[in-house]
């Protein structure tokens, strides 16, 4: 991935041709994909130099390798076990800055003219060897170290050269004196001399490229508008992107709302935000708000997970659909601030599509394919009023405890936001106590997968985890036994099989007879029940039920993405009834919902069954 970098004005470059008639050089870093590189903030220019001096001690390093005064930009990258950034400096990568889950602090691994500067300078850690060439994953014994200045403690980084100069690389500090070489390359030039640089210089440069851009965009906006002739709805969360989406879909002129999801986890800072920008665009905002459903549901489910979502459709999915089918029945156009720079997933999405989740929703995405320093650079250059939030070091906003952020993430939540963070840390708690889990699982933030440590975190534990489910299920041939955790509604379970056909009593069982074949279902204690079928995907779909009849998030997204309307709720929790005149046995209710989805659908006990 490129990045142009105008070295005249010491600014970032959007595009070659625009640049070329201020820029006399233009240089071209090749940043690690996807290459979404945003600029550092203040905050971000602290932790970068903290990092530095972390691991080299040097106050005055980090101020050569991370000026002020000066654009920085950051580009986040795989390979750490938690958050990691390329720095950017003068258009050159001077090195990682990375979170160190086991010693709780950020810490900076130089490269490039990073490790040119330092040896240069002769300043942080740094040795010259007695070799021709600097072979990775290489040990150096200390006979081979002609000079340098070396740690005391393993692990630290320390930048290499060969004794002509010719090569260059980095090393970790082994027992024993030893360098081990992580990284070489043919010797690069010193960073670029100093220049005063700033946002606003940036802009400048690329102002042209930004209209161009936005122009695109508006333009798209009023032929998808003209397309659909529904309401207009901007999700607006408080983030930086959909910031932009919002101020595009004000350009084309058409009157839209802005709806906003109080998921009751969000910065404090966003609500502020919401409210202002609200005004600022003289909109009607329409709150969908969650209340203290996830501090409820939590109860129920257990702590989210990255592969165990619930937490989506209850807080987002659930009242989005609510707020929006009541206010806009036949359905509306929503603009959000999807980018396909945001994760692989997303960039698989198209600028216009139907939303899987929310029904009678037309999604159009009109920064689909915007980077980063493209968004920033509009809401600069348009002075929107952007989410101070950022300036904490967020790169994205959102619930503060997501179980996608990382560690060093949460080290700011619970630094700015201890209420949330606290209540978080309480529930953890009772798991590990409850489940006779290690404390791990909060220490290193295991709690956040379900189904296996990734490998960059099993680094540094040597447990194997075990979470157990609220839904248990064992499947022997072809019957499946379910077992609850949380006592079932069993009235609740008797009117969703009607769902799958014909229910029929046969002594102590019941036999459902429907499109997916024939099942004996027997009821042995609200915590448990006993299915036989020869149809696994029967037996499957009344371990959802039972599920659903026993933990409820109450999100009423199985109402909503009932088609007929057969399903109604009559009481808290897990209390439904099933109009069998209505029902069309299409079990979409059990699709939309975050009981039988990550409780049955996707529970590991089934991973390997046939």
């Known amino acids: 991935m490129e990045l142009l970098w105008c070295d005249d004005l010491n600014v970032p470059l959007l595009d070659r041709e625009l640049g070329a008639k201020r820029c006399s050089s233009i240089s071209i870093v090749r940043v690690t994909k996807p290459g979404d590189v945003r600029p550092a903030f203040p905050a971000d220019i602290e932790v970068t130099r903290r990092a530095i001096i972390n691991e080299f001690s040097d106050v005055e390093l980090a101020k050569v390798l991370v000026p002020d005064n000066e654009v920085v930009l950051l580009n986040k990258i795989p390979g750490y076990a938690d958050q990691a950034d390329e720095v950017i400096v003068r ?3 001077v090195g990682h800055r990375f979170f160190d889950v086991e010693r709780r602090m950020w810490r900076f691994r130089p490269l490039y003219e990073g490790v040119s500067e330092m040896l240069s300078l002769k300043r942080g850690y740094w040795a010259i060897v007695n070799m021709a060439k600097l072979p990775e994953r290489y040990d150096i014994h200390k006979d081979l170290i002609i000079e340098g200045s070396l740690p005391s403690e393993k692990y630290v980084h320390v930048a290499l050269s060969t004794r002509d100069g010719k090569f260059h690389g980095v090393a970790k500090f082994m027992r ?9 390359w043919r010797a690069r030039d010193l960073l670029p001399s100093p220049r005063p640089s700033s946002l606003v210089d940036f802009v400048e440069l690329n102002r ?5 851009k936005a122009r695109k965009a508006v333009e798209f906006l009023r032929w998808a508008f003209n397309e659909y002739k529904k309401p207009v709805v ?3 969360s408080g983030g930086k992107d959909s910031l932009v989406a919002l101020d595009l879909t004000a350009q084309t002129g058409v009157k839209f709302y802005v709806m906003f999801n109080d998921t009751g986890l969000e910065p404090l800072e966003t609500y502020e935000n919401v409210k202002k920008v609200a005004e600022m665009y003289r909109a009607e905002l329409i709150t969908a708000s969650a209340g203290d459903a996830y501090w409820r549901a939590i109860q129920e489910f257990g702590p989210p997970a990255r592969d165990y979502r619930w937490c989506c459709k209850v807080i987002k999915l659930g009242p989005i659909t609510d707020a929006l089918l009541s206010r806009f029945p036949v359905g509306y156009v929503s603009v959000v601030g999807q980018r396909a720079f945001e994760s692989f997933q997303r960039a698989r999405l198209p600028r216009v599509s139907v939303s899987k989740w929310v029904t009678k929703d037309i999604v159009v995405a009109p920064i689909q394919d915007w980077t980063a320093l493209e968004v920033w650079g509009y809401i600069l250059m348009r002075g929107l009023p952007y989410n101070k939030a950022y300036e904490y070091g967020f790169d994205r906003l959102g619930c503060v405890i997501c179980p996608a952020n990382e560690l060093a993430e949460f080290e700011v939540v619970r630094e700015r936001y201890p209420g949330i963070y606290g209540r978080l840390h309480q529930v953890l708690e009772d798991v590990v106590r409850r489940q006779g889990l290690p404390r791990d699982v909060i220490d290193y933030g295991l709690w956040r997968w379900r189904r296996g440590i990734p490998g960059d975190i099993r680094r540094y534990v040597k447990i194997s985890l075990n979470v157990k489910y609220p839904v248990r299920l064992r499947e022997d041939g072809e019957s499946l036994i379910v077992d ?7 009235s609740t379970f008797l009117e969703f099989l009607k769902m799958l056909g014909n229910v029929e009593a046969d002594g102590d069982y019941l036999i459902i007879r429907g499109k997916l074949g024939e099942a004996k ?5 609200v915590n448990s ?4 079928s020869p149809s696994r995907e029967m037996r499957i779909e009344i371990a959802g039920l039972a599920s659903r009849a026993s933990i409820c998030g109450e999100c009423n997204l199985c109402i909503n993405w009932c088609p007929t309307k057969a399903l109604k709720r009559v009481g808290p929790g897990p209390s439904f009834i099933v109009d069998d005149s209505k029902c069309i046995n299409c079990m979409l209710c059990s699709r939309a919902c975050p009981s039988a989805q990550y409780l049955v659908f996707r529970n590991p006990d089934l991973r390997s069954a046939k």
């Open 484 to 490: 609850l955790e949380r006592p079932m509604n069993t």
């Open 176 to 184: 024993g004196g030893r360098l081990r070489v992580i990284r070489s």
């Open 521 to 525: 279902v027997r009821v042995g204690s």
């Open 234 to 236: 901007v999700s607006y």
């Open 91 to 93: 258009g050159r990568i």
């Open 208 to 212: 042209d490229y930004l209209e161009r």
């Open 529 to 532: 029940v006993f299915v036989s």
